[in-house]
């Protein structure tokens, strides 16, 4: 990440401290089932607990990146 870049939550529009997993970086690909010039992309930039927090409650059972961060803070 770059030391100068200040990102926003496209969630609660708030400063995004680097910390325990963000940034996160959101993308969307619409027409993904489309030809490849047929799609489109653009990124946008959120805490991971705003991100979590916007899940259907059953999906919420998929999301394992949590794991990932929590494994990778016990090996620090």
Do not use: R
Request: negative net charge.
């Amino acid at each position: 990440m770059d030391g100068n870049k200040h990102y926003v939550c496209c969630f609660c529009d708030t400063f995004i401290e680097p910390s325990n997993g963000d940034p996160c970086e959101v993308d969307i690909l619409i027409n993904f089932d489309k030809p490849k010039n047929k799609q489109s992309n653009q990124s946008f930039y959120c805490h991971i607990n705003c991100f979590k927090n916007q899940l259907h409650e059953q999906i919420k059972s998929y999301f394992y990146l949590e794991c990932l961060v929590e494994c990778e803070d016990s090996i620090d």
